[in-house]
């Protein structure tokens, strides 16, 4: 059964930060090219991060550069978004999503950065 699970969200101040993961299971996680999402209130789905299989690429949604980190350990079957310096912009519920050969979504997790 395949299955993608998030985790770390949570409410936080601007400024700080927090390490999302994304556990797989049930799917050869190292084939696959894993990215997170999010969607705020009211708006689209949009791409925050991608990462390939091996992990020797990465990109990265503009609005994010230089704040947030994709990262993976296929050893783990995880894949993590650092996500520093948060924004109130960021709030939104994460999503973790795999593709290859098909495309998987983890069910997802909330973000919220508030004062």
């Known amino acids: 059964q395949v299955q993608l699970v998030e985790s770390g969200g949570g409410l936080v101040q601007p400024g700080e930060s927090l390490r999302l993961s994304c556990v797989a299971s049930g799917f050869t996680f190292s084939s696959y090219v894993m990215s997170w999402y999010r969607q705020a209130p009211r708006k689209e789905r949009e791409l925050v991060a991608q990462?390939?299989?091996?992990?020797?690429?990465?990109n990265y949604l503009d609005a994010v550069k230089g704040r947030f980190t994709i990262s993976r350990d296929n050893a783990k079957n995880t894949v993590y978004l650092q996500m520093n310096n948060l924004k109130p912009e960021d709030t939104a519920i994460y999503y973790c999503k795999a593709r290859f050969t098909r495309i998987y979504w983890g069910p997802g997790t909330q973000v919220t950065v508030s004062s």
């Open positions: 990462i390939t299989s091996s992990g020797g690429s990465t």
